[in-house]
């Protein structure tokens, strides 16, 4: 999974409650992404991040935000969960310089009951 | 228009046989396409990709065909294996400013390959 770990693996958590997901990198990769995976929705993006402190809204951004403190840390914040929000969210991450390729960790499978 | 619609949503071939995906997109924004697959319990990996001025890239296998008049592209496997059975996710690349990019992601297709 190209020296991308996320944490936690698993996650089962009750409605209302603030919940963060943390998406670690080994890469020193510049641009790094959140994703929710839903059947029959494939990968949406929530936001992602182009440089420490410089982040953007993706796709399905409303409920989430994020930051980015140090290069190898991305974290994902559900300010209040709700059960809309169960789901598995996948970090990835890319290089600089045009190259296209993300490479994707091994996902964390959020419960909110 | 960020949309890309990925057909079907399920694929039953026999082993040896070939395994079609479809994808079409609006977007003309969009310069670059990947295929990625997914194995259960896994995240996507980077299987195939092809630029828009390219009609067709072979990578042992795998095939991307591209018709960009038509925006339409697909994934072909040849002596489909079971090994291949897996959820395959086209995607289509555009820029987002300050020099990153967005992926957007067809809805998947599942495919199971039988002995």
């Known amino acids: 999974d190209a020296g991308i770990t996320q944490s936690p693996r698993h996650k089962v958590t009750e409605t209302g409650t603030p919940v963060t997901l943390r998406c670690h990198q080994t890469?020193?990769?510049?641009?790094m992404y959140w994703y929710r995976q839903d059947p029959g929705h494939g990968l949406r993006l929530i936001h992602y991040s182009y440089g420490v402190k410089d982040t953007d809204k993706g796709e399905v951004s409303d409920g989430y935000s994020v930051s980015r403190s140090k290069t190898e840390d991305f974290l994902l914040t559900l300010e209040s969960a709700t059960s809309s929000q169960t789901s598995v969210y996948f970090c990835a991450i890319s290089e600089s310089g045009g190259r296209e390729t993300q490479y994707f960790g091994p996902g964390t499978r959020l419960l909110v009951l | 228009q960020q949309q890309v619609k990925q057909s079907p949503q399920s694929l039953i071939v026999q082993k040896g046989g070939i395994s079609i995906i479809n994808c079409a997109y609006e977007?003309?924004?969009?310069?670059?396409f990947p295929w990625y697959q997914q194995f259960p319990g896994k995240g996507p990996a980077l299987l195939i990709a092809?630029?828009?001025?390219?009609s067709e890239k072979k990578e042992g296998r795998f095939t991307i065909s591209f018709n960009k008049s038509a925006k339409q592209f697909s994934l072909h496997i040849m002596d489909s294996q079971p090994g291949d059975s897996a959820t395959y996710f086209c995607a289509a690349k555009r820029n987002s400013g300050a020099g990153s990019y967005q992926l957007t992601f067809g809805k998947g297709t599942k495919l199971s390959v039988i002995p």
């Open positions: 977007n003309t924004a969009f310069d670059y």
């Open positions: 890469e020193n990769h510049r641009y």
């Open positions: 092809i630029r828009p001025d390219v």
